[in-house]
């Protein structure tokens, strides 16, 4: 029996419409990234240190989301090192909107696949960096890097935050021991952050300007930063529009100009 023509055409049109959406979803959906925390970062690996990366200051999804990684940033997104050099690279870009993707899209199993990452025995005794790029965006995403990092006793975690508050609220009254934070100056939080008592940083035109400040330089190493003396100063990256914008001042300086400003 020959089929009828009509039947074949409504067939043929059910078959193919989903397969289209499902075609443009496919396409906007970013791949799973198959390795969570790399050693990309060169200056980090040479200390040994491996990484989680989200987009700077805030990135546009496939499917159209935009979404904001750094909520509390201030003055430093006009000067972000993550926001120039290699990490304007499509691949580079399109890792870190996968790594976010995973996180927002699924964050059970993205927090099941981190665990399971860092239990293969390479991660014992080593250093994470939480965020080459990016903070801690929600309370839900900082509660579940909190539940991973006590999950995984043996590794050395440390973060920069300009997150004060939240890591006041959610961090500080438990503080997981194998866990260091550093309250990076340059952000909205910044009046918040008592340099007595908080590990903290500040990024300074030069070296030099450091060693003025009385504050301890990083000497360019972030396990120094997290783990050494606090204040830390870290000379501004050699990104010639940054170091334009910040001028003669540290980032805190700068922070400080620009919260007068707006309260003046
Ligand atoms: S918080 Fe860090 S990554 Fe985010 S905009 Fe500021 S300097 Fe860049």
């Known amino acids: ?27 906007r959906t970013p791949a799973r990234p198959t390795r ?22 805030a990135a546009r999804l496939p499917d159209g989301r935009t979404v904001t990684t750094c909520p509390s940033a201030g003055v430093c997104a006009q000067a972000c090192y993550a ?30 696949a981190m665990r399971n990452e860092l239990r293969h025995p390479r991660f014992i005794g080593a250093y994470v960096r939480i965020h ?16 991973i990092v006590n999950a995984i006793p043996g590794t050395h975690f440390y973060c920069y935050t300009k997150e004060v508050l939240m890591f006041r609220r959610h961090v500080e009254p438990e503080p997981p021991a194998n866990l260091r934070w550093i309250y990076s100056l340059g952000g909205r939080h910044d009046q918040h952050i008592d340099l007595g008592l908080d ?7 030069t070296e030099n300007a450091i060693t003025d400040a009385g504050w301890n330089w990083d000497h360019d190493s972030d396990l120094r930063a997290a783990y ?11 990104i010639p529009q ?15 100009e620009a919260r007068q400003r707006r309260s003046a």
Not at 1 to 13: F, W
Not at 199 to 205: E, I, L, S
């Open 1 to 27: 029996m020959s089929p009828d023509p009509d039947e074949a055409r409504r067939g043929s049109r059910a078959s193919s419409i989903p397969a289209a959406q499902n075609a443009e979803l496919h396409a």
């Open 36 to 57: 969570l925390l790399t050693r990309s970062n060169r200056r980090l690996a040479r200390e040994g240190t491996w990484t989680w990366t989200l987009p700077a200051l």
């Open 83 to 112: 926001r120039a050099g290699a990490y304007r690279f499509p691949a580079v870009r399109a890792a870190h909107i996968r790594n976010l993707a995973f996180v927002l899209d699924d964050p059970a199993g993205w927090e099941t």
């Open 132 to 147: 080459d790029s990016g903070d801690f965006f929600s309370d839900d995403y900082l509660a579940a890097w909190l539940r």
């Open 199 to 205: 590990r903290t940083a500040d990024v300074f035109p």
């Open 228 to 238: 050494g003396p606090t204040p830390i100063g870290m000379a501004a990256r050699n």
């Open 242 to 256: 940054a170091k334009r914008r910040q001028g003669n001042r540290t980032f805190g300086e700068w922070q400080h």
